[in-house]
């Protein structure tokens, strides 16, 4: 028997914990291929997952940095190297559940990929416990769908599909809740108001390499963008710093506002490529793109589609 080390990306959302705590839990379950599979994080738990889990009564999943040569792991919510654990390259990847696109993912021998463009990691989670014939307890099925919820912002983001719509309609009915307001619930909970701008930065950011350049993005979801617009100096200096820490050559950050749909765009450093694939232009109180939900496919996508 062997440990497995199942964990989602770097700053982790709550998708990338939902999705690795529960995937381990299933798999532990069936008692899939003889292996102990552990729930780990690549840094800090989001507020609302680690308040999630409390409630439900289930352990934080272990805070790792790095893997040691021939660690097997399973990666969820992630593939690209740049987002993973220290020492990846030298890991054994069993497995993968991802609804990103597929970056510099490469392994010496086959593995489970399961890889699906729905709204969240956690739809194909839910999706798994029927494929090995199990039905998720109601902890189980609440987590998931907070998670579902988060990714696809309350089923608004254009990545929801019809996959998200009826599974989160089935836990809902489960967990006896209305998927949307249990999904604005979670929202909620989320400490807004105490936000630095350091917080709102580094939160759930991610580095994307395209055409050779460090580019990092960002994402702050809140459903009130004023108390963020006021404090756009602050919040570019701290941009300019998390930039310069994780050596990248630009950083943009979406400031996204769930209630009224959109997305409130800054850049700092190198972004002429991110604002090619844009076509916005930097200004200093950033500029509000309507109906901008999605970092995947309404930001990084279209940028990444310049740099070819
Ligand atoms: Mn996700």
Known sequence: MSTVYVFGHKN?????????VV?????????????????????????????LLAEAGVA?????????????VVLTDHNESAQSVEGLKGAVVAGVVDHHRIGDFETAAPLHYICLPWGSSCTIVAKLFEVLGQQPTDVQAKLLLSAMMTDTLMLKSPT???????????????????????????FLSRPSGSFTA?????????????????????????????????MIDEIREAMR???????????????????????QVLFEGDTELAQKGLGIADEHDGVWMPGVLSRKKQVAAPILAAAE
């Open 198 to 230: 350091a917080e709102m930065v580094g939160n759930d950011i991610k580095m994307f390499e395209p055409a050779g350049n460090k580019l990092l993005i960002g994402q702050y979801e809140t459903v009130d963008k004023t108390r963020a617009l006021g």
């Open 60 to 72: 934080e999943p272990e805070q790792i940095e790095s893997v040691e040569a021939g660690q097997l």
């Open 23 to 51: 995937l381990s839990q299933l798999l532990n379950q069936v008692n899939y291929d003889g292996n102990e599979y552990k729930a780990c994080a690549l840094g800090a738990l989001p507020a609302e997952s680690a308040k």
């Open 160 to 186: 929801t599909t019809d996959v998200d719509r009826a599974m989160a309609a089935k836990l809902g009915q489960q967990v006896g809740v209305d998927p949307v307001k249990f999904g604005m619930e979670v």
């Open 241 to 263: 710093a998390y930039a310069a820490d994780k050596g990248a050559d630009g950083i943009v950050l979406c400031v996204t506002d769930i209630m009224e749909e959109g997305s």
């Open 12 to 20: 982790p959302d709550n998708d990338a914990i939902m999705s690795a």
